[in-house]
């Protein structure tokens, strides 16, 4: 099976040398391999135990026995941010993986097949676009209850019009194409010739708008647990941590300063790296930067 | 014109009818009877069924349903279960607090964002244009809540400018009343000038690659009458849409916000029901975010036509 990529004259060396002098996507790969370092090496090892409560220990501004001070339980700010790394990568990954799985295919069948049902799906994507998400996100973890993954649901629902907004419109600048003519001439069905000649296509925009939507996960998730509706306590997390410092703000403003930034770093180097890949792989795009 | 003008309207309309049941199923799944928790735990199951009768809640789905939608269109949106007031008074206090708010930001937003935007297009690639493009990454990336927090640490708690939170209300007076959506405001308002300064930028440099601004130059006009009346002009579509997208965002976001500066504003209102099964105030509130959000989107396909006459012969 041959695939039909947007810039076969280059060579996978030629693009990452290219990738390697791209400081958007350098600064955003380095940011976000941090990040996930930070995460996974909390499975096994954090300055402080973060389930244990020191209150001897409570509300300490940063020395150099706790970098980033400690919380109102005497917990240490900075290993509650590398367990908090988890859950919002976890949420914010999960979700984007529901937007692609379900979206993805759903763009691409609109598509393929276009007419009443590509027409049908649109408007049911517009709806879904007539609710601030974050309204929803709200209304759907009140239903079902707070939680990780409540969350992830009410997160991955409006990632969904998202990715097929995105599938559809790639796909459709696809179908026009001679590859395709030969492909359909060669026998081949829709299915077929979306699997093995569409989706090859699109992934870049796939994957540049998959690392948009994680960083917008991240920032949802801040916002979701903020409010006492995601991850519940004792499982530490970021937008938590904001919460539990707002009323401790004048005598413990680091409580609110690190966790914030750990979002903030997150998130910037989530969209450095979408910024890098789209700059990288698509010429026009270059263009206008 | 007319015709594509009534296409939308009929298809803003069908939005409506849809988000409408949507809204009505999904909180007839949620757990809870409204009437049970107003009487409380102690109350009969007589007392609980007569009431049930009362609210009107033991009649079929659709009249429900029916009833509740012709309500929606005569503004009679029912009574709070836990307010006991009816929920149009509800939501016109609220909206008092929560419409300024979002008005303000999105003004702010759009004032810092277009400035910006053209500041950058017109030193691409320059130093200028790279500091504030690199701010607008930071801006990005930074939750409002968060930002709203720091604000409060600086402004309220350091300097002691302006009020941490709360709401004098609009009777105190304009000023004490705006001075605290101040705060409120800014936080809603830098996220999303980031993102506009962002498309700002983009939409400008993709117009000013173009071939008639190569001949508004070279036929002498100054290059800042080129940019604001020839470029801007022409970069007003992308520009628009996302105001559109952002009013949307912003009124989801007045929600966190809301709660950060306890503001008694809709979303709190939104969030305090949800939380207090208060079902026919979420159903209110949650169709008029998506009625202002439908309209509002239906207002920027409309006002493309007025911002670029070739599009006004079309469709």
Redesign the interface.
């Known amino acids: 099976m041959t695939l039909h990529l947007e810039i076969p004259e280059e060579t996978f060396a030629a693009i990452l040398a290219k990738a390697f002098r791209n400081t958007a996507f350098v600064t955003g790969f380095v940011i976000t391999l941090l990040i996930l370092a930070m995460a996974l090496a909390s499975y096994v090892w954090t300055p402080y135990d973060v389930t244990k409560l020191v209150i001897s220990d409570k509300t300490q501004g940063p020395t150099l026995a706790h970098w980033f001070g400690t919380d109102h339980f005497g917990r240490d700010i900075l290993s509650m941010i590398m367990v908090g790394a988890r859950n919002s990568i976890a949420v914010a990954l999960v979700a984007v993986g529901i937007g692609m799985g379900v979206g993805v295919p759903l763009g691409a069948f609109a598509a393929a097949r276009g007419g009443l049902v590509d027409e049908a799906l649109m408007?049911i994507n517009?709806?879904v676009f007539?609710?601030?998400?974050?309204?929803s996100a709200?209304?759907i973890t009140?239903?079902f209850g707070p939680g990780a993954i409540n969350a992830i649901i009410a997160i991955g629902i409006f990632n969904i019009p998202v990715f097929a907004r995105v599938a559809r419109a790639g796909a459709l600048a696809i179908w026009p194409r001679e590859f395709i003519l030969a492909a359909r001439a060669a026998g081949k069905g829709k299915t077929q010739i979306t699997i093995e000649h569409v989706l090859p296509n699109i992934a870049t925009l796939l994957l540049v708008q998959g690392t948009i939507q994680f960083?917008l996960g991240i920032?949802a998730e801040?916002?979701l647990s903020?409010?006492g509706l995601g991850a519940q306590p004792p499982m530490p997390s970021w937008g938590r941590m904001?919460f539990d410092?707002?009323t401790r703000?004048?005598v413990a403003?680091w409580m609110?300063?690190f966790?914030?930034m750990a979002?903030?770093?997150t998130?910037?180097g989530l969209?450095?790296l979408g910024?890098g890949i789209a700059d990288i792989l698509d010429p026009k795009s270059r263009?206008?930067? | 014109m007319t015709t594509y003008l009534l296409k939308r309207l009929a298809i803003a309309f069908a939005t409506l009818v849809l988000a409408s049941i949507v809204v009505f199923a999904v909180l007839e799944i949620l757990p809870g009877d409204p009437a049970r928790l107003m009487l409380g735990m102690n109350a009969s199951t007589d007392q609980v069924e007569l009431l049930r009768n009362q609210m009107g809640l033991n009649a079929p789905l659709v009249l429900r349903y029916l009833h509740w939608a012709g309500g929606l269109l005569s503004l009679d949106f029912g009574r709070s279960y836990t307010y006991s007031v009816p929920v149009i008074d509800l939501v016109r206090e609220r909206l008092a607090v929560s419409l300024p708010l979002a008005l303000i930001a999105l003004a702010l937003s759009t004032v810092i964002a277009i400035p910006v935007g053209l500041f950058s297009a017109s030193r691409r690639g320059r130093a200028g244009d790279t500091i504030s493009m690199g701010a607008a990454q930071l801006g990005v990336a930074v939750p409002n809540f968060w930002f709203a927090l720091m604000l409060i640490y600086v402004f309220a708690v350091w300097l002691r400018l302006v009020p941490a939170g709360g709401f004098p209300g609009w009777g105190a007076g304009a000023w004490p009343a705006l001075k605290s959506l101040l705060l409120p405001a800014v936080a809603l308002a830098l996220p999303q000038a980031a993102i506009l300064a962002r498309v700002t930028r983009s939409a400008l440099i993709e117009v000013l690659n173009e071939d008639y601004i190569r001949t508004a130059r070279a036929k002498g006009l100054p290059y800042r009458a080129v940019l604001w009346r020839h470029a801007l002009r022409n970069a007003m579509i992308p520009v628009l849409t996302i105001l559109g997208l952002q009013f949307a965002f912003l009124l989801a976001g007045t929600i966190i916000i809301e709660n950060v500066f306890y503001l008694p504003g809709l979303g709190r209102l939104v969030f305090q029901a949800i939380t207090q099964r208060d079902l026919i105030v979420v159903e209110s509130v949650v169709m008029l975010l998506v009625a202002a959000v439908i309209a509002v989107n239906l207002l920027v396909d409309l006002s493309y036509a007025a911002v670029d006459p070739r599009l006004r012969g079309r469709r």
């Open positions: 408007r517009d709806l007539a609710f601030p998400a974050l309204l709200i209304m009140a239903i960083a920032l801040a916002g903020y409010l904001l410092a707002q703000m004048t403003p609110a300063i966790p914030g979002i903030v770093i998130v910037l969209n450095l910024d263009r206008q930067r």
